[in-house]
């Protein structure tokens, strides 16, 4: 009877310490990435691992990173959100408006955070920035904001323009909204705007011809997941054309494009990553306000001008935080 007992105890601690062990490991903790596009891929996923493993979570020790993209066909979003809630991913983080709308009404169990997207509240994916509710928060660029200040760079740059082309994608809300802020500015600013509407690469030569036709002397690009994964594109077609343009990111003016405006993407993926951090150490999304960009950048490439033959003034040199010469 000692023996049985003896056996029956030394197995129950057993049984305990493995059950303890297990506990005591930590859960790896699934984070998906969403985007409209696979452009930039790898460097959108290290710059997020980068972030977190400053936080103390290392991709494949204590967290798994799960990307997909929707390849700019924005109605595989549905499926592919559908595919996060199956892996039961822990934060589903996307960059598109379209995706969030997804999410938002696919599932309400699921943290999201939106990133880089235009105004959250006007989409009605948060009631308010300082207080979400739901299961969402985030990062906003606020593109449509700024989709004015690049027509006014343009304008100061170039002052003799009256006719501006904006190239934009009818299929992206966050892009539609950033036409409709375009036509604001433009009509404040004494600006004729020429709508380049494109919703698929193959259509960017055809609108640049329609538009050279119009009469634009100048063109802006607001932030739009088609127009960067066919940046190099739009910036030859420019390049042909000898038409300046102002892009949403810097990375277009260092491929070749004349001038930039717009926020620090590296920005973006810290606080995303805070976020995170937050969420899985048990924050709710409504509880963590909606935050926006601090930092803006002002780029311009002389190569570029002294290529299509055109001159900078001097003062608007001066307020340009990063030169290409």
Request: proline letters at 5%; one cysteine or more.
């Amino acid at each position: 009877m000692g023996k049985k007992f003896l056996g029956f105890a030394l197995n129950a601690l057993l049984f305990a310490l493995c059950v303890s062990a297990e506990a005591q490991q930590p859960k790896m903790a699934r984070i998906g990435l969403l985007r409209a596009s696979s452009f930039e891929r790898e460097s959108n996923i290290e710059m997020l691992r980068r972030e977190l493993s400053a936080l103390g979570y290392i991709d494949g020790k204590n967290i798994a990173i799960e990307f997909r993209a929707a390849e700019n066909k924005f109605d595989r979003f549905p499926a592919l959100v559908d595919e996060m809630v199956r892996l039961k991913v822990d934060v589903l983080i996307t960059s598109s408006t379209a995706a969030a709308l997804v999410a938002k009404n696919t599932t309400l169990t699921i943290p999201i955070i939106v990133m880089g997207v235009t105004d959250p509240v006007a989409a009605g994916l948060v009631d308010r920035l300082a207080r979400p509710g739901g299961n969402i928060t985030g990062f906003t660029s606020i593109p449509a904001v700024l989709a004015g200040k690049r027509l006014e760079l343009l304008k100061e740059t170039f002052s003799k323009i009256s006719r501006v082309g904006v190239l934009w994608n009818p299929q992206d809300p966050a892009s539609v909204q950033q036409w409709k802020e375009s036509a604001q500015a433009g009509r404040e600013l004494g600006l004729q705007l020429h709508s380049m509407e494109v919703n698929s690469a193959d259509k960017y030569e055809d609108s640049f011809k329609e538009a050279i036709k119009a009469g634009i002397l100048a063109f802006a690009v607001p932030q739009d997941s088609l127009a960067g994964a066919n940046q190099k594109k739009i910036v030859q077609l420019a390049a042909r054309h000898r038409l300046p343009g102002i892009y949403s990111r810097k990375d277009f003016v260092e491929n070749g494009g004349l001038m930039s405006y717009g926020w620090d993407r590296s920005e973006s993926f810290k606080r995303v990553a805070a976020m995170v951090d937050k969420i899985l150490k048990g924050t709710k999304p409504a509880d963590i306000p909606v935050e926006q960009p601090m930092k803006f950048e002002f780029v311009i490439n002389l190569k570029t001008a002294k290529q299509i033959g055109l001159t900078i003034p001097p003062h608007v040199l001066a307020r340009a935080d990063k030169v290409i010469r």
